[in-house]
């Protein structure tokens, strides 16, 4: 049963301290996505790669927040130094190559999330 | 940039009764897909329905359809014979898709609308 795993599932931690946030995307999947679920502003686009390529990160807090992928099974979201307002849930989501016209290529599937509290 | 819009933060329907979501977007592409994914209370995003949008005809699944009018730019979601189960936030979801081969760019991208929360009474 392929599943994107995401660790931890909670995290509390107190405000600037590093928070890292784990994604194993479903094996053969080469685009990534990472977003960030608020109440406020829903579901927002943090970075998306393709081919461990970051391709859009347009709407990361930059100074803050890195993602990278160091290989193909595993895509990594660092907050340093962590606020209080970043406490959100974060889900990562892969999928197949968006190029072609096979309509299954183009489903996302998401990890169950990680519920980040900065305290 | 492409935008989704759901205008409706809350949805109310009475069990087995017939309920519409409604979706906007914004593109100036050509190809793309769109989904509608639900989210129940356990957070796990599950995908409802999808469509392509060269096709005219309207995507249905079990008692899920959309009405896809690419002229207005207007995706709705269709929710026919309503269960408790279907209870949960709805997002849209717009993506862009290439037919050429690409090597840069954000072609590909997956943007969601702000979601609707449906509630569904017994």
């Known amino acids: 049963d392929a599943r994107v795993t995401q660790t931890p599932r909670h995290k509390v931690t107190e405000m600037g301290q590093e928070v890292t946030m784990r994604c194993q995307p479903i094996l053969g999947h080469n685009t990534v996505f990472w977003y960030r679920q608020t109440m406020m502003q829903g579901l927002e686009l943090l970075a998306y790669f393709r081919n461990r390529a970051p391709l859009d990160d347009s709407g990361m807090p930059k100074d803050r927040f890195s993602a990278e992928m160091p290989d193909a099974t595993l895509a990594t979201l660092k907050i340093q130094p962590s606020e209080p307002r970043d406490s959100a849930v974060y889900f990562c989501a892969s999928g197949p190559s968006p190029i072609g016209t096979r309509l299954e290529d183009t489903e996302a599937f998401f990890g169950q999330g990680t519920r980040l509290t900065v305290v | 940039a492409q935008t989704v819009t759901q205008s409706q933060p809350e949805m109310s329907v009475q069990e087995a009764e017939t309920v519409t979501l409604s979706c906007t977007y914004d593109?100036?592409?050509?190809?793309?897909?769109l989904f509608w994914y639900k989210q129940p209370p356990s957070r796990q995003m599950i995908l409802v329905i999808r469509?392509?949008?060269?096709?005219?005809q309207n995507a249905t699944e079990n008692r899920f359809s959309v009405n896809f009018q690419k002229a207005a730019k207007s995706f709705s979601l269709k929710i026919s014979d309503s269960q408790l189960g279907d209870a949960a936030m709805y997002f849209c979801a717009y993506r862009n898709i290439s037919q050429r081969i690409f090597y840069g760019g954000s072609q590909g991208n997956l943007i969601f609308g702000k979601g609707t929360k449906l509630s569904v009474k017994p």
């Open positions: 593109t100036s592409e050509s190809d793309y897909y």
């Open positions: 469509q392509e949008a060269y096709k005219q």
